[in-house]
């Protein structure tokens, strides 16, 4: 998506908030929503996902300050690009997926930013509870009218170090921080 196009959506967005002036609670697309990570490994990159349990997202085009994001993860089927990396990632000295099964973030509060939203919340991870900020943006799904907003796209990105949550193997190897890339594919409920 171009930038013109980005600001043609937001604006096409902010007409339509108009129209609602209560919050809207989105149910999760599964199967079109990914969990994805990536980590450096030497010169080269891990890369893997972590499959999405549940989301609870409930976005207010009227006043973004009400929006509310809380999602939780399903650790033990993470993936990861190298084969030896997934068992690792799973294991005692990163996320420890038998003792910790879950990964939970709950939004705090919402921000908008230019194009997009700053949200802050809590993740947990092994058990841990740490503040994080996410980078949001919201579009249209392809093949939607102009100012539709029953089925969107978020896209979340940010960045945590492993080592806050306790997450310390392999750490000659492998970087401490580890980018994340959600895109959660949402319908409003009816």
């Given at each position: 998506?171009?930038?013109?196009h980005?600001?043609?959506?937001?604006?096409?967005?902010?007409?339509?908030?108009?129209?609602?002036a209560?919050?809207?609670?989105?149910?999760l697309?599964?199967?079109?929503?990914?969990?994805?990570?990536?980590?450096?490994?030497?010169p080269?990159?891990?890369?893997?996902?972590i499959?999405?349990?549940?989301?609870?997202l409930?976005?207010?085009?009227k006043?973004?300050s009400?929006?509310?994001i809380n999602?939780e993860l399903?650790?033990?089927?993470?993936q990861?690009?190298f084969?030896f990396?997934?068992?690792?990632?799973?294991?005692p000295?990163v996320l420890?997926?038998?003792?910790h099964p879950?990964?939970?973030?709950k939004s705090?509060?919402?921000?908008?930013?230019?194009?997009g939203a700053?949200?802050a919340?809590?993740?947990?991870?092994?058990?841990?509870t740490?503040?994080?900020?996410?980078?949001?943006?919201i579009?249209?799904?392809?093949?939607?009218?102009?100012?539709?907003?029953k089925h969107?796209?978020?896209?979340?990105?940010?960045?945590?170090?492993r080592?806050d949550?306790?997450?310390?193997?392999?750490?000659?190897?492998?970087?401490?921080?580890?980018?994340?890339?959600?895109?959660?594919?949402?319908?409003?409920?009816?």
């Open positions: 998506m171009t930038k013109s980005l600001i043609t959506f937001i604006s096409a967005i902010l007409m339509a908030a108009a129209a609602h209560a919050p809207i609670a989105y149910l697309d599964h199967d079109a929503s990914t969990v994805a990570f990536e980590t450096d490994f030497g080269d990159k891990i890369t893997g996902t499959p999405l349990n549940s989301a609870d409930t976005l207010d085009f006043s973004v009400n929006c509310t999602v399903d650790v033990s089927g993470a990861a690009s084969p990396a997934a068992q690792a990632l799973k294991g000295k420890d997926a038998k003792e879950k990964m939970i973030f705090i509060s919402v921000k908008a930013v230019g194009n700053s949200v919340g809590n993740l947990t991870i092994r058990g841990v740490r503040p994080v900020t996410l980078q949001a943006e579009f249209r799904q392809k093949g939607t009218a102009e100012g539709e907003l969107l796209t978020v896209r979340l990105t940010g960045a945590v170090n080592s949550f306790g997450a310390t193997g392999w750490s000659d190897m492998v970087s401490d921080e580890v980018r994340i890339i959600i895109t959660a594919r949402i319908d409003a409920k009816e």
